[in-house]
């Protein structure tokens, strides 16, 4: 029943794909292949402070788990991020659960009395307030040129990485740049919501949310949020910790009864967290990385018939994985 | 805690919009108020035939897990789908297991025993042994006509339906025809793999599979698998009892151990299911879908501040319900 189906069809996350069996390194068949093959000069090393470790309870059986979140770097989002940090200081997470499982869209994770009066706990002084405008950061010089060269590639149809055009923006693009996937009009850009980004509930506008209350996505990318709503961060691992908790079955896939929700034991940055794997990403500014999205756009290994000749943003995950010492 | 995050953006089976409280039924406003606006003659049943219940052993806590699958209509894979109403026939499918569980991208079930001589179970006579030319279907003229039509649309940008180039196919199109989601390139159209859609697991090309072996998508579309894999049909209930199923730990996400399987307890046609209820969804070819794609791609409830002015077609689920009667 071991199938090869899909076999080399994998996530960067995967195991090695077995065509690398079959394949010399030097010319690597899967994108897989190309994981395998980069130069440890193409990986770059994740702060541990800029890592947040979320402690859930138990499983049923007793085994540990773990959720690992890379936390967004500027200047995208810097406003929720600095007030998550300050949350972690205080052990403000500490104790508070999943509350919420939307299949094929979100689990969400907050206060489950938040908006009980005189029960919702009281959040740390001098969290920022950040507006509807810092949904998007103006392109600095660097990540401009960088959007005029996709922009050029893509009209010249002769884009050394498929930039296809983007579903979710006319005459936009997106972009990979250091390590996240973003999008461009080409004069502001923005983090896009892909399986396992982390995002910050809120109210309805002008509320923004505070970074008190988070969500990940489980399902196809919900684009629709990208400039509604502040990404923060991505899970790294442990990812399948929150993706197959149950459903829930009230309005929206919030638990009807507290028994159903996943307490959060505690929330801590990785720099205090002792024997913490480092972690490690594929730059994405990097010749392995561009031959990484050319391997999954255009699929000639021996499943493959018919490559598709593009990938979408949101189905070509940075390669992450615990550094090799 | 219930705050309104995504609860005006919702996929099509969630439950009514909070905005719907709020807008008069002749100006719906989010996706899901056209969905409760649109009249009865907008929706098609689908035939009890054309589906398949597939029973999983009850949960730990008892509660049962039932999995309604609807087959794929002609001209689509029509090969597979014919060996999988034999295998249904003769109850082929009762007591095999849920194999395989990777995170963002399939669940997978099959003969546990499939590859190994001796134990693995029968197939019955008289399967087809379609090809890879049959991963596609020739466009009949109505098809071809509709492409053509979205095409000038496109070019226009003037469509009546977002119709934003495909990230996966240079100069093609994505379709929905007759509820189903589709790509073409003008010539063949193919069924997309969307989340929930469903195929055929197989070996190495050019093998093509049965239809013995199937999965389904829990994560983002994987459409590098279109025109490589046959697709056979999409689940329209219980999604859940296969998407939150604990994570396989051993090489693609199979189950390391027995014990980790989920054993299916049958798979019965619908027709041959007592009290099942009688489904529908919104047909795609109605006003109705129309706005409904329309309200997906251009959010402008209270929820929004920025429209995306796109979306993909797997973020656009068909609406499927349990008819009202």
């Known amino acids: 029943m071991r199938t ?3 076999s080399l069809t994998l996530a960067a996350l995967s195991v090695p794909a077995l065509a690398a069996d079959k394949a010399p390194v030097t010319s690597p068949v899967t994108p897989n292949d190309v994981i395998d093959a980069a130069p440890a000069s193409d990986w ?12 859930l309870t138990p499983d049923a059986k007793g085994s540990a ?33 999943v509350v919420r499982v939307q299949d094929n869209y979100v689990v969400q994770w907050g206060d489950p009395d938040g908006e009980t009066p005189g029960k919702a706990r009281a959040l740390p002084g001098g969290l920022a307030k950040p507006t509807e405008q810092d949904y998007v950061a103006r392109l600095d010089e660097r990540l401009l040129s960088k959007f005029m060269q ?13 930039t296809n055009p983007d579903s979710y923006l006319r005459g936009g693009l997106t972009v990979f740049d250091q390590g996240w996937p973003l999008a461009t009009d080409g004069r502001t850009g923005w983090p896009v919501h ?46 399948e910790h929150l993706s197959s908790l149950p459903r829930g079955t009230g309005t929206l896939g919030f638990y009807e ?12 940055m990785g720099s205090d967290v002792a024997n913490l794997p480092a972690y490690e990403y594929l730059s994405t500014e990097s010749a392995s990385f561009a031959a990484y999205v050319n391997k999954r756009a255009n699929r000639k290994d021996s499943f493959y018939i018919q490559p598709a000749g593009g990938v979408d943003i949101c189905n070509t995950p940075v390669p992450i994985r615990v550094a090799k010492r």
């Open 194 to 239: 892909c399986y396992g980004m982390v995002g910050v509930g809120r109210n309805l506008s002008p509320d923004t949310g505070t970074g008190a209350e988070l969500y990940t996505v489980i399902g196809q990318a919900p684009r629709q949020l990208d400039r509604n709503i502040a990404l923060v961060g991505r899970i790294i691992a442990g990812m």
């Open 65 to 97: 788990r773990r959720v690992v979140i890379q936390l967004m770097p500027a200047p995208f989002s810097q406003g929720w991020v600095g007030n998550i940090r300050k949350l972690v200081a205080a052990h403000w997470f500490d104790g508070i659960a």
């Open 257 to 268: 009864t507290p028994g159903e929700r996943t307490p959060i034991v505690s929330v801590r």
């Open 44 to 55: 770059q090393r994740i702060a541990p402070g800029d890592l947040m470790v979320m402690d």
């Open 4 to 6: 090869f189906f899909a």
């Open 150 to 162: 996709r922009s050029q590639e893509e009209a010249s149809r002769t884009a050394s990485i498929p």
